[in-house]
């Protein structure tokens, strides 16, 4: 059971278009991840949301957690083409002890 | 370079075999994780070590194994090697055990079940 949803799973834009990215779950975590996966590569962090309702800015992206901690989105200002990759959320959930659920993935191509 | 090393970076197989992965955390880091990531699952958590000690079980299945040696050094062992375990399998690594720890991923190695 695929507990994070992302979407979409796909996404082809020109550069300097904004996109937003969404990971949805029914169940609650701890904190949530963004990851950026590039091919051959492991998943690189990207930002740590902790608090329900937190925003946080990268340079061109930013990440929201949700209120309710459910849900987080990832939007991308003026893309561009270093920006391709495989976006992963992954929400940590305490049951004991923590354990890290990843999301299924949207992979993203921003071309020139 | 995330710290984090991993070998071997490939290793081809053939189904009923057993393999060993190995992985070195970044310098400091107690926590080591081991993650499988397949095409039609995604990433998906197996196992977690604290300090030597297992911490966290994620959908970890009985043929496969892992331990975390004083040195803080781990390895993965998979058995029974099935043609569906071809996947590619990262370690991370990081500092505790919290829920907001930055993990840090290795290079994977990516395992081919023949």
């Known amino acids: 059971t695929q507990l994070l949803e992302q979407s979409p799973q796909f996404l082809s834009i020109q550069e300097g278009e904004n996109l937003t990215v969404y990971c949805n779950s029914s169940s609650v975590f701890s904190s949530l991840q963004w990851y950026r996966q590039e091919p051959g590569e492991g998943p690189v962090l990207l930002v740590t949301?902790?608090?329900?309702?937190e925003v946080k800015k990268l340079k061109r992206l930013t990440f929201q957690f949700g209120d309710a901690r459910k849900d987080s989105s990832l939007h991308i200002t003026a893309a561009q083409p270093g920006d391709t990759g495989l976006y992963l959320c992954?929400?940590?959930?305490?049951?004991?002890?923590?354990?890290?659920?990843f999301g299924t993935g949207t992979r993203l191509k921003v071309l020139a | 370079d995330s710290g984090v090393t991993q070998t071997p970076k490939h290793l081809i197989t053939a189904t009923g075999q057993r393999v060993t992965l190995r992985c070195s955390p970044r310098s400091g880091d107690l926590s080591v994780y081991w993650y499988q990531q397949s095409l039609d699952q995604g990433l998906q958590f197996l196992i977690q070590y604290y300090n030597g000690e297992e911490r966290a079980k994620g959908n970890i299945l009985e043929r496969f194994s892992a331990q975390q040696f004083p040195d803080l050094h781990s390895e993965l062992n998979l058995s029974s090697l099935e043609l569906g375990d071809s996947a590619l399998y990262f370690c991370?690594?990081?500092?505790?055990?919290?829920?907001?720890?930055?993990?840090?991923f290795g290079p994977g190695t990516r395992l081919l079940v023949l």
């Open positions: 992954a929400g940590a959930k305490a049951s004991g002890t923590y354990k890290y659920i």
């Open positions: 949301v902790v608090t329900g309702g």
């Open positions: 991370a690594s990081s500092v505790g055990t919290g829920g907001s720890e930055t993990q840090y």
